[in-house]
């Protein structure tokens, strides 16, 4: 059985409340416009009131052919926590984003992820713990401007 491991582990400012900031980064209709690897998401299966509750589920279309995870909310906890994970094939993924309150009205939003691949492609592990982390934090670093465009 593949072990997680830690791929990053960062945290990113937003100059909105922490309510703002999980509905945003939640709901998969906004992925594509600031998750620099999507092409659009696909078949979203949505589950609760608000778009990505807990069981929600879709595909990333990604930039790379062939490349389809499937996503699924496994925790949403607004404003405080929410947790995706995805899977292709033997590769498992999960991100759990944490939002805290700053004194000045932001957030700071925190990102902890973890791949889980088989033994024998443990280096694509390895490779990924130095990728992710600038690739994640521009991200997201994006996601807060276009919000802070949006909110501003």
Known sequence: MPVPRLIADLTVPFAASPDVVHAYL??????????????????????????GDTGT???????????RPRMTVEASEPPHRWVEAGTWRFVRATLAMTYTPRADG?????AVAHLEVPGPLTPLALALRVAAPPAL????????????????
Do not use: I, K, Y
């Not at 589920?57 to 490349?67: I, M, R, Y």
């Not at 934090?137 to 501003?152: I, M, N, V």
């Open 106 to 110: 932001g957030t700071d939003a925190r």
């Open 26 to 51: 939640a709901d998969p209709a906004n992925r594509p416009e600031w998750q620099s690897s999507l092409r659009r998401v696909a078949a979203v299966a949505a589950v609760g009131d608000h778009p």
């Open 57 to 67: 589920s879709w595909e990333d279309v990604t930039l790379v052919p062939g490349v």
């Open 137 to 152: 934090r521009a991200d997201l670093r994006s996601a807060a401007r276009l919000l802070a465009r949006r909110t501003g």
